[in-house]
């Protein structure tokens, strides 16, 4: 078996495992926010997602990176220096605790002002209650990307996929049933972190997988550091991509359209739920390759996964993009059917990032974290610019129009500097067919003009696209090699019986 399909199995068993965790974490999510979006009003539902995305940048800044950095260096050192790795991980560990308690505090102190600058002072207790679970999510978070490092899913599904958002459900619909007041919600959050937090730990103490320290080694963290400050800055700006919007509607108009914004939002933001379960190994994984000096293995497994992510993305954004009102009024209701058309803009520009692979991931395994910096810079400075001139004019709608163009400029950017610093790029031929007939397969059925009054008549429109699809897929011989490797390791690790399947697809390699 060739190094290129060794990966790819590894990282298509992790990615199941990982798809499995975001279906269930994503789940209970939905069910989390529909029950706030209709147990509340639409202020108070704008409130608890505001309230959520200052915390998220707090998040952002006090991990310094390393939620990105750590798989990478993880990865490198266990294949260049494991007598290090036990001083490199507890070094990072104690530069998280000190930076996240300390912006906890402010976070707490200063909740009145950061209420003050969106001209609503009903944020100011949510923060202050949010801001104590702020050291919580961080080594949560940090432990996961440490277990990441090494090619391990079970944290992470266990942990951020299931038992958060469980927990979390468990005490919000407690709370409904009760008929428990706003505040409740975000103390709620509060212990759900908590105890996902010390369940974490305790995994991770008993097992052994992660040994520490009290150490602290200045060289490690002086490196550490360098290296993760570009993807520190890199996830604030992409997290400005990501929430611009959100903070910019609360600033021009109200809390009340914050919330029929985020019925979309959520909505579209699924797209990549495949591309990131993929991601989750992809960096340890490639980063070994990359150590190794195998470049070429490389790009053939970006390639590779890159096809089967969009082939797998491409149904969800098809009833995202050709049926957006029935989407969200299944989800959440008739009130927010406003968010109708963001829907169909945001769901484009998340599906190009989809299309265009881990990118981003990429640059940072072959050394070059500066370049993804330079193009989530170049992407947030035109979302904040574009929110300002077409937030005024065209609500909710101009958000969404700036929130997918950064994202086409960010990644057009990203893969533009990988393929000249690697030679890295998605376009196999095998590739660009599927694209191409999807393309004209859902031009097709948007000019149809079809009007369906529930989800449930999406199901057999669905079923007839993808049908067609499967069937010009085959026709067009746009099956790999790899792809039928895949398989047979699918039917290996499943124990299932494919005859019939691998006798078809072979006739089209």
């Known amino acids: 078996m060739s190094e290129v399909n060794r990966a790819l199995q590894r990282i298509a068993r992790g990615a ?31 409130v608890f997602n505001m309230a959520l995305t200052v915390l998220s940048i707090s998040l952002v800044i006090g991990t310094l990176g390393f939620g990105n950095s750590l798989p990478r260096q993880v990865a490198i050192y266990r294949e260049r220096k494991p007598s290090q790795l036990k001083d490199l991980i507890s070094t990072a560990l104690f530069i998280a605790i000190l930076t996240n308690v300390s912006l906890a505090v402010l976070l707490v102190i200063g909740a009145d002002k950061v209420a ?59 709370g409904a049933l009760l008929k428990m007041g706003f505040s409740y919600i975000f103390f709620a959050y509060v212990v759900a972190q908590g105890i996902t937090l010390f369940l974490l730990l305790f995994d991770v103490t008993r097992i052994g ?11 490690l963290g002086k490196e550490l550091i360098f290296f993760s400050l570009p993807l520190m800055l890199t996830g604030i700006l992409a997290f400005v991509m990501n929430w611009t919007d959100t903070l910019m509607l609360g600033y021009y108009l ?40 195998r470049i070429e293995e490389m790009g053939r497994v970006y390639q590779i996964l890159t096809k089967w992510v969009f082939l797998l993305t491409l149904p969800i954004f098809a009833v995202m993009f050709l049926f957006p009102e029935v989407t969200i009024n299944f989800i959440f209701g008739k009130e927010y059917l406003g968010a109708t058309t963001a829907l169909q803009i945001l769901a484009l520009g998340f599906m190009f990032h989809t299309f265009l692979g881990l990118n981003g991931l990429s640059l940072t395994v072959i050394g070059k974290p500066k370049l993804n910096l330079l193009g989530n810079l170049i992407a947030a400075s035109l979302n904040v610019i574009l929110n300002m001139l077409l937030i005024p004019k065209y609500g909710l709608n101009g958000a969404a129009i700036a929130t997918a163009v950064s994202y086409f400029a960010a990644n057009a950017s990203r893969s533009f500097w990988l393929y000249v610093k690697s030679g890295i790029h998605p376009f196999g031929r095998n590739y660009v067919k599927p694209l191409v007939i999807s393309f004209v397969l859902l031009g097709i ?55 019939v399947v691998k006798k078809i697809l072979k006739r089209f390699v």
Do not use: C
């Open 209 to 219: 997988l992660i040994k520490v320290s009290p150490s602290f080694i200045p060289s």
């Open 116 to 174: 003050l600058l969106f001209h609503d002072e009903r944020l100011d207790y949510p923060l202050r209650i949010l801001g104590i679970s702020l050291p919580f999510s961080a080594l949560t978070y940090l432990l996961v990307a440490i277990s990441r490092g090494f090619g391990r899913v079970r944290e992470k599904v266990y942990f951020q996929n299931v038992t958060y958002p469980t927990v979390f459900f468990i005490l919000i619909l407690t």
């Open 445 to 499: 059925i948007k000019s149809l003009h079809l009007r369906v009054p529930t989800i449930w008549y999406v199901i057999p429109v669905l079923m007839v696209f993808l049908m067609a699809y499967v069937f010009l897929i085959l026709l067009s011989k746009s099956i790999d090699k790899e792809d039928i490797e895949m398989i047979l390791a699918i039917e290996k690790r499943l124990g299932l019986d494919l005859r």
């Open 16 to 46: 199941g495992i990982i798809f499995t965790g975001i279906i269930i974490s994503t789940f209970f999510g939905f069910l989390n926010k529909a029950i706030i979006a209709r147990y509340f009003s639409r202020g108070e539902y704008g």
């Open 254 to 293: 109200s809390l009340e359209v914050v919330g029929v914004y985020n019925a979309a939002a959520p909505l579209a933001r699924m797209l990549p739920m495949f591309l990131n379960s993929a991601g989750f190994l992809y960096t340890p994984i490639a980063s070994q390759l990359y150590a190794q000096g």
